[in-house]
C-alpha cells in the first residue's frame, strides 16, 4: 500500500524579506561593489586604513549614548548567555568603541575608514530601509581647522571621484545646531528636520532674526 505526501503550504511571507531588509543582485551588486572600491582606493591613498566593526556589542555599553528615540530604532536580542545584545546600527559608534579599547597602543593622529552594513528600524512612514551600508572616514586626534579642513577636503574629493556634483553636504555639528536654536525646544524641532533631511522644512523651522 503507498502512502501519498501532501507537500507542505509554504507562506509567501517566508519567500519575501523582512520588511526594510535590503539585497542587491547582478548589476547592481557588481556597482555597489565598483563603488566601494573606489571609496577605499581614496581612502587608503590618503593614509586612512580600514577598521572592521563587530555586526553585535553589548546594548547596555550603549545605552547612555543614545537618546530614547534612538534606543527604540536599535534592534535589540538576548544571547545564549542571557545579555542584552544590539545589532549594529551606526558604524561610527561600534568603532569609536573598538578605537577607544586600543588607543593607548597607537600613535596619534589616527586616521581609519569603513564600509559596514548597519540596521535600524525606520518608522512605518519612511520610505528608506531599515537596513544600510554605511562607508565613512575618521580623523582622531587632529584639532582645530587643520583637522576639519583635512575631512571637508577629503569628502570634497570623494565627491568628484564618484561624480556627485549635486550632493547635499550635512555637518553633524551640535554647535551649528546651537547657534541657531535659542531654547532647548528649538534645537529639538531642528534636530528633527535634519535627521529627516528634509531642507524645505528647515527652512521653515530655522528661526528668523
Known amino acids: 500500500m503507498s502512502r501519498s505526501h501532501t507537500p507542505p503550504v509554504v507562506s509567501n ?3 519575501q524579506l523582512p520588511g526594510g531588509a535590503e539585497t542587491l543582485l547582478l548589476e547592481d551588486a557588481y556597482a555597489h561593489r565598483q563603488v566601494v572600491a573606489a571609496i577605499d582606493r581614496l ?3 590618503w593614509g586612512y586604513l580600514p577598521i ?6 553589548f546594548f547596555d555599553g550603549y545605552r547612555q ?3 530614547d528615540e534612538d534606543a527604540r530604532r536599535v534592534y535589540r536580542l538576548v544571547d545564549r548567555d542571557g545579555e542584552l545584545l544590539m545589532l549594529r546600527g551606526d558604524a561610527t559608534l561600534f568603532m ?5 579599547v586600543a588607543l593607548d597602543a597607537m ?4 586616521r581609519v575608514c569603513y564600509y559596514d552594513s548597519i540596521l535600524r528600524h525606520q518608522e512605518g512612514g519612511d520610505l528608506s530601509h531599515s537596513e544600510f551600508y554605511q ?3 575618521e580623523l582622531v586626534g587632529v584639532e582645530g581647522d587643520e583637522g576639519d579642513l583635512e575631512a571637508l577636503a577629503l569628502l570634497c574629493r570623494l565627491l568628484d571621484e564618484l561624480r556627485l556634483p549635486g550632493a547635499v553636504v550635512h555637518l553633524g555639528s ?3 545646531l546651537d547657534a541657531f536654536a535659542a531654547t532647548e525646544a528649538e534645537a529639538d524641532a531642528l534636530r528633527h528636520v535634519v535627521l529627516s533631511r528634509d531642507l524645505h522644512r528647515l527652512v521653515e523651522v530655522i528661526p528668523t532674526a
Do not use: N
Open 13 to 15: 511571507t517566508r519567500l
Open 43 to 45: 581612502f587608503t591613498s
Open 52 to 57: 572592521q566593526t563587530p555586526m553585535v556589542d
Open 65 to 67: 549614548l543614545l537618546d
Open 96 to 100: 569609536a568603541k573598538q578605537i577607544g
Open 107 to 110: 600613535q596619534l593622529p589616527l
Open 135 to 137: 562607508v565613512g572616514a
Open 174 to 176: 551640535r554647535v551649528l
